[in-house]
């Protein structure tokens, strides 16, 4: 009799609960080490473990609830250049700083409009929003939507912020958990503040949000 095939990579969004991870065997911290994993995990999204990033039930006693303000995972704002069009969404933003960082003469935190799709060349434009990890940027070029380069299938635990998913894995369960828009590259709340959950909205910043040791 032949073994049972494994189940496909999925993370399953638990109804005021955690999310289930299944399949997927890379998980990070945030320096980029690669972490202890099993078939099945369930990872914190209350923010109240002592065991974080792994659940332990506290959610149950904090009265966690994954209900939320929105309905989707939010709309995007373009803002269009002479060869880029660039698309922001500030709903799913997680505030990791990559582009501001990056590109400050594009992505400008003090200016209004704060994208100058003309501020740098189209080409690192581009590579900058590839480091996204929220997939609150993406491009379009000649109309087109840019290209998603290829990721690794897993989990990394950003310190004192959310959990950044990439490779693809399916989101899965509780309702208005939407799916998200970028496939490859997403970041889930994990401080149990976001008003857009199960995605991250940001709102770790004004939680006060604290795990260093992840």
């Excluded at 099993?38 to 609830?65: E, I, Q, V, W, Y």
């Excluded at 080409?123 to 480091?131: A, D, G, P």
């Amino acid at each position: 009799m032949s073994a049972d095939k494994p189940k496909a990579p999925t993370i399953k969004v638990a109804e005021n609960g955690p999310y289930i991870v299944n399949g997927i065997s890379t998980l990070r911290n945030s320096r980029g080490e690669l972490q202890e994993t099993k078939r099945t995990m369930a990872l914190c999204r209350c923010g109240g473990s002592a065991s974080k990033p792994f659940c332990d039930g506290t959610h149950a006693k904090n009265g966690f609830s994954g209900d939320c303000a929105r309905t989707s995972a939010g709309a995007y704002d373009a803002y269009a250049g002479e060869s880029l069009e660039i698309l922001d969404n500030r709903a799913i933003c997680s505030h990791a700083g990559y582009c501001t960082d990056g590109l400050p003469d594009v992505f400008r935190m003090d200016s209004e409009p704060w994208i100058d799709p003309d501020g740098a060349d189209a080409e690192r434009i581009m590579e900058i929003v590839h480091t996204c990890p929220s997939g609150a940027l993406r491009y379009r070029r000649g109309g087109e939507p840019g290209a998603e380069p290829e990721r690794e299938l897993g989990v990394r635990v950003s310190r004192n912020g959310p959990y950044q998913i990439t490779g693809g894995p399916p989101l899965e369960g509780q309702a208005p958990a939407a799916a998200p828009p970028v496939r490859d590259r997403f970041a889930l709340c994990r401080c149990g503040a976001s008003k857009n959950k199960p995605f991250c909205d940001g709102s770790h910043w004004d939680a006060g949000f604290a795990d260093p040791d992840n």
